[in-house]
């Protein structure tokens, strides 16, 4: 079975500055990782994934995180916050080969001006 | 590409009466299709796996004679809510893999915001 724990369950950054959102997994099987973005009243937009490639994965709007097997860590992070990414992220997990996704509890971010 | 549309967008319901969300994929086909159900500020909760042609996989604690699947053909899939009542109002959002793409990604739809009264 596999699981995710998002740490954070709010996090607010000032704008142009750093964003970081922690996630760890946990996973018999080496798994695949998403990060996805939902904005208010809005569905799910993927981010980024990790599919045992390169362990540091670019995503969409600047967004990168990378892959940590020795610390099942899966942290997502943006140079530079900006106003319109304030919006809930998950973290989610997948087990190789397999379509069935375990999300995380959600992180809130807001960006202050 | 990839694209998975939802309809409606948002319905408001008498309770007792059935309600029915369609989910479509838009450019390419999808032997499964899987349905969510998300509460305010909450996160994603599976309800059910939904196989073109075959029964529905239902999550455990999902009652399964409530909320009816139908997944007719390969790009489409339907949530019926029974004699909805109050307690039924949240976000219901469905995605769709591709069988044929190299990883096993889903894709999302838009949402349905369902509302009881």
């Known amino acids: 079975a596999q699981s995710v724990t998002q740490l954070d369950s709010h996090v607010s950054v000032s704008e142009g500055t750093p964003v970081l959102l922690r996630c760890n997994y946990s996973?018999?099987?080496?798994?695949?990782l998403f990060w996805y973005v939902q904005h208010p009243n809005k569905g799910l937009q993927l981010l980024l994934k990790y599919t045992s490639a390169a362990t540091l994965v670019k995503g969409i709007n600047g967004f990168e995180a990378e892959f940590k097997k020795s610390e099942t860590s899966f942290h997502l992070t943006k140079p530079s916050a900006h106003m319109s990414d304030a919006a809930e992220y998950f973290c989610?997990?997948?087990?190789?080969?397999?379509?069935?996704?375990?999300f995380g509890a959600g992180t809130t971010v807001t960006v202050r001006a | 590409g990839a694209v998975v549309s939802q309809h409606p967008s948002w319905v408001i319901c008498k309770s007792g009466t059935s309600v029915k969300i369609e989910c479509r994929s838009l450019?390419?086909?999808?032997?499964?299709m899987f349905w969510y159900r998300q509460f305010p500020k909450q996160s994603l909760m599976l309800m059910a796996t939904s196989n073109e042609g075959s029964k529905a996989t239902y999550e455990q604690g999902v009652e399964k004679d409530k909320f009816l699947i139908n997944h007719a053909s390969l790009t489409l899939s339907t949530l019926t809510v029974t004699s909805a009542h109050p307690e039924d109002s949240s976000f219901y959002i469905c995605s769709a893999s591709d069988p044929w793409g190299l990883t096993y990604e889903q894709y999302f739809g838009p949402g349905t915001r369902l509302t009881v009264t």
């Open positions: 450019d390419f086909q999808a032997t499964t």
């Open positions: 989610v997990v997948s087990a190789p080969n397999d379509y069935k996704l375990s």
């Open positions: 996973s018999s099987y080496s798994p695949s």
